[in-house]
């Protein structure tokens, strides 16, 4: 037992520095009205535009909070994680979209109402549809192999306020295996919010100059 505590302590060592959050293909996202998130890109994982989208016609996006809709969300302690992941969620969103600086204005619904304004604006909203903690003691001796790993996957859809249509849909799901001591699952969520808020404001960040979605090399 000590030998293979000694090897499962090396392991993470080797791949902490290594391995984060990994970014893997949505399982069975879902269409919103007619768009549905189905051609891969590099940062946001699946998304679908509308025709003749142009984000530069945008100057404001407010976030609203983002519920929970895995079945396997259970017991107070479930929903416990799930309200502390989504409002997580929520903060990186909207921290990391102040940052990017696409858009002029960025509010966050859970601290204030939708403001009136003259603006072109976006309500981003979604759905965190997949959200399991693992096993930290599995992750400890093979989470190296995937073993125990945590997963999310998380389904957001941009309206325009004027017209109510749909404009941009995404889908994005990671996984963690990897960190000292197998990591800490929340610990695993929260670097994969952190990724998904980072990533898709850099996908935005490129659509905004014009770019198109692509996929990875």
């Known amino acids: 037992m000590r030998r293979l505590g000694a090897l499962a302590l090396a392991l993470t060592l080797t791949f902490a520095g290594c391995y984060g959050a990994q970014q893997t293909r949505p399982d069975n996202p879902v269409a919103v009205g007619s768009l549905k998130p189905a051609v891969e890109d590099k940062d946001a994982g699946l998304v679908g535009l509308a025709p003749g989208f142009n984000l530069k016609n945008y100057q404001v996006v407010?976030?609203?909070p983002f519920p929970v809709t895995d079945?396997?969300?259970k017991d107070d302690d479930d929903r416990k994680l799930a309200a502390a992941m989504s409002a997580f969620l929520q903060s990186e969103?909207?921290?990391r979209l102040r940052e990017s600086g696409v858009f002029t204005r960025v509010v966050n619904l859970a601290e204030t109402t939708m403001p009136p304004t003259q603006d072109r604006t976006l309500r981003l909203s979604g759905t965190i549809t997949r959200l399991g903690e693992g096993s930290q003691a599995l992750r400890m001796m093979w989470g190296a192999y995937g073993a125990g790993r945590t997963r999310t996957q998380?389904?957001?859809r941009f309206v325009d306020t004027r017209t109510g249509q749909v404009q941009l849909v995404t889908a994005d799901r990671r996984i963690a295996s990897v960190g000292m001591?197998?990591?800490s699952s929340k610990d695993h969520l929260k670097e994969?919010?952190?990724d998904m808020a980072r990533d898709l404001s850099k996908f935005l960040a490129r659509l905004s100059r014009g770019e198109?979605?692509?996929a990875k090399p």
Do not use: F
């Open 93 to 95: 969103l909207v921290r």
């Open 192 to 194: 994969s919010y952190d």
């Open 62 to 64: 407010a976030v609203e």
């Open 181 to 183: 001591w197998g990591g």
């Open 71 to 73: 079945p396997a969300i």
């Open 154 to 156: 998380v389904e957001m």
């Open 212 to 214: 198109t979605p692509a």
